[in-house]
């Protein structure tokens, strides 16, 4: 059976707090466990009202204490806006706190704007060009290196499992290179997964943690008992793409029924093709789309998307989800 992993951005809605999001994402958390899903991720995204998972490492403390078993993680770290010592004591404090439960998924992206870059980083020295040598350095810190002559305390010795993130050949090539495991964001960017999936595999080097090539690519998942209801509450995510893509992000709005429909052509097939790595509807709509997904990616595990704007819902479509995910 192809794994089932799931991640989170912590939406937070039109009505809703940032309190509740966090408090809806260990409940989710510990629903995902409950079904069996293998991991939750979530993502590092900055200066956004409608996310709310901006401080990482503190949202999977939050997960972590919610939950008993699943694997935690970021997917992930925008790593050039970290000093590599300060992930280490971080990713390093987790893993004490949950022994062989953490996940360290490594992305280049600034997580949000220049001005908010530069915000968090005060100086854009460190930028992603340097991104796989800050890699390096993690892993060393990670090691317990005596080379760098310092220790990260917490972190040293842990050898917290690394992913590579990527929504290009770029993010293929180094993980290939480094013998790490990818993931590719294909929920929103899935232009060059097939490139970079098969760029990954070829260029494989087995490493101390891999000695094989490991693929996990994100799908987006909608699943109601109709089609019509999985349409509504998928509207809630299409707005929010959409508002990302027109420069104008905020908190996540309540479905609007016919929305997809409602819009201009143009913006229509923007989202049908950002969002083309998507199943909507009942339980046999969600795995006729994982399974095309997976015959189409041979990837060894899904990273389910799911983001709505009513909590149950959103429970439903992860049981849903799972139920469908057995078949593969």
Known sequence: MTKLSFLDLVPVTETGTIAQSLANAADLA???????????????????????????????AHLGHATKTIRIGSAGIMLPNHAPMVIAEQFGTLEALFPG?????LGRAPGSDQRVARALRRTLASDERQFPQDVLELQAFLAGDEQLGITAVPGAGTHIPLWILGSSTFGAQLAAMLGLPYAFASHFAPDALDEALDIYRRQFKPSAQLA????????????????????????????????????????????????????????RAILDHVLQCSAVGTADDIAAGLKAFVARTGVDEVIIASSMYDHDARKHSLALTMEAGRAL
């Open 30 to 60: 510990c629903h995902a466990e409950e079904l069996g899903y293998a991991r939750y991720w979530v993502a590092e995204h900055h200066g956004m009202a409608g996310i709310a998972s901006a401080a990482t490492s503190v949202v999977l």
């Open 101 to 105: 439960r953490i996940d360290l998924g």
């Open 212 to 267: 094989e090539p490991y693929v996990a690519a994100a799908f987006n998942s909608f699943a109601a008992d109709t089609r019509e209801e999985a349409e509504l509450l998928a509207s809630s995510q299409q707005q929010a793409f959409v508002a990302l893509r027109t420069g104008n992000p905020g908190k996540m709005q309540p479905p609007l029924e016919g929305y997809k429909n409602s819009l201009p052509p143009n913006a």
